[in-house]
């Protein structure tokens, strides 16, 4: 009997450890404890198709996001949904490679595929973003969700780096942080670490990545801003990227997202304040 009792709560412990975090990787039987184990909170990684300079992947925006939720989750568990890359990359429609939607399609279909996570369970959705193009895009969306009255909150993962990361950043940087940006010595330096496979870092010095400076208008802001100074949808210095400083990111970012999950599964106040806020939203006509 004992031999038994033991046998099932090592089975069990056994069965619970390999709930697997992806939503695609999910068994139907398991969605319950996948609710239940991740306080029915998603991840929504967002990613995009954009060329990254001569040297990394296109799809690098989504293998960071991709990554940081695999590794933020075997500490914090939350599932995973599967890899999205529908975000706004309209600046880079002359390149090759790049998938660019309309544009509200890229909103409806953001929109539906929040709505259809909480139709399965899901009350919580935390977008994590690898894209410098899309940040605008989610907090409009996200501001928009008070148009209707909804039973789901989404947040919006939007670290800030601690002063002891940025000190160490420093020590370790190479090209100067000004024009350190898209497919530049940290993301390549990302890539490096998680996708070596992947980065062709010979071919980072064969186009320019430097700012070329050709609009000056101050105080103004236009569409084709960033056209205008990166042509080559490429901006700062590859070649000086290396392992090392993309591990130090990437263990940043993660330690910060495993503590942002713990915040938000143990959040009940937002959507607490939702819920009294559309509640009010009702009451203004009176009926
Ligand atoms: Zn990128």
Redesign the pocket.
């Known amino acids: 009997m004992r031999l038994l009792v033991f046998f099932l709560l090592f089975t069990t412990c056994a069965v619970a450890q390999k709930l697997p975090a992806r939503w695609d990787e999910l068994v139907a039987s398991d969605w319950p404890a996948a609710l239940e184990k991740s306080s029915r909170t998603c991840i929504l990684p967002i990613g ?1 198709l ?1 060329k ?1 300079g001569p040297h ?1 992947p296109l799809g ?2 989504l293998i ?1 996001v991709r990554e940081w939720a695999a590794r933020a989750t075997k500490d914090e568990y939350a599932v995973v949904f599967p890899d999205y890359f529908y975000g706004q990359i309209n600046e880079a429609r002359h390149q090759p490679g790049t998938f660019s939607l309309p544009s509200r399609l890229v909103w409806d279909l953001l929109d539906a595929t929040c709505a259809e996570i909480a139709r399965n369970g899901f009350d919580k959705i935390v977008i994590i973003n ?3 193009g899309n940040p605008e895009l989610i907090r409009y969306f996200i501001q928009s969700q008070l148009d209707k009255r909804r039973d789901y909150a989404v947040y919006f993962f939007d670290p800030q780096p601690s002063p002891e990361f940025n000190k160490k950043m420093a020590e370790m940087r190479k090209s100067d942080p000004a024009g350190d940006q ?2 530049g010595e940290k ?1 390549t330096s990302s890539l490096l670490y998680l996708r070596p496979d992947l980065v062709k870092q010979e071919r980072a010095t064969q186009e320019s990545g430097k700012n070329q400076k050709r609009l000056s208008l101050p105080n103004l802001y236009t569409g084709i801003w960033w056209y205008a100074s990166y042509p080559n949808h490429y901006a700062g210095e590859g070649a000086t990227g290396s392992k090392e400083l993309g591990k130090l990111i990437t263990e940043d970012t993660v330690d910060a997202l495993v503590k942002a999950l713990k915040v938000v599964k143990a959040d009940k106040k937002t959507l607490e304040l939702q819920k009294e806020y559309f509640d009010k939203v009702d009451q203004v006509g009176g009926k």
């Open positions: 995009i954009e990254h990394v690098s925006d960071k690898g894209h410098g898209h497919a993301e």
